[in-house]
């Protein structure tokens, strides 16, 4: 059984959507409002994790701690006005607007464990000092591990595992992002801009704009 930890507020819908969970056959736990969340997810070590939040600005610091404890897929569950406060930017993997409904929620669940799975098949990708190791989620550049949000990480693993190919802003956000994203190919250009900082310097170069289309990863 998948297990699945929802971090709530006090006062939402957590029983209704451990209920409903429980019902498709997830295992779901609820930590109690202010329990240290890092130490939760180490300890119950979910398969997934759900946020349930109406702040926007807690979202990246959330997915973060979440994260770092284990790197597990992360679903934000959003009241639809908070929509637009997002401008295109969630450090989450996916999202739903509440109220969510648990048939909905229940497929998004699924298909990101089985993306999960794929990942960690052990395979990697080398392209000359960079490697990304799939099986870990770990990017290193000249033997140096590099810290990459999730969203930075699946572009660059789309990108690099398509040496040379030329995409689009609006091909990378269907590929990467999903054909149900909300917000614009800009977001594209911020986690490009964000990932090379993080990976190239004078001496690396990984990937190329192509003027007026969109990126590709420059083959080694």
């Not at 089985?114 to 033997?143: F, H, P, Y």
């Not at 800009?186 to 986690?191: E, K, L």
Request: hydrophobic fraction near 40%.
């Amino acid at each position: 059984m998948h297990r699945i930890c929802l971090i709530a507020a006090a006062g939402t819908e957590a029983a209704r959507i451990q209920a409903g969970l429980a019902a498709a056959g997830f295992g779901c736990v609820v930590p109690p409002d202010g329990a240290d969340i890092s130490e939760r997810v180490a300890e119950e070590a979910p398969h997934l994790v759900l946020i349930e939040t109406s702040q926007p600005e807690r979202i990246h610091g959330l997915t973060q701690q979440i994260k770092q404890a284990k790197p597990v897929p992360v679903i934000a569950l959003l009241p639809r006005e908070m929509l637009a406060r997002l401008n295109g930017q969630l450090d989450a993997d996916d999202f739903i607007v509440q109220p969510a409904d648990i048939a909905e929620l229940t497929l998004r669940i699924i298909k990101l464990l089985e993306k999960t799975q794929r990942a960690a098949s052990g395979e990697m990708i080398t392209s000359g000092d960079l490697t990304i190791d799939m099986g870990k989620c770990e990017v290193t550049v000249d033997g140096r591990l590099t810290d990459l949000t999730y969203r930075e990480y699946e572009l660059l693993k789309f990108l690099a595992s398509h040496p040379g190919r030329v995409y689009s802003r609006e091909a990378l956000l269907n590929r990467v992002w999903g054909y149900d994203f909300y917000g614009g190919d800009r977001t594209v250009d911020v986690h490009i801009r964000r990932l090379r900082s993080k990976i190239e310097d004078p001496a690396h170069d990984f990937i190329e704009t192509v003027r007026n289309i969109g990126y590709r990863f420059i083959e080694s």
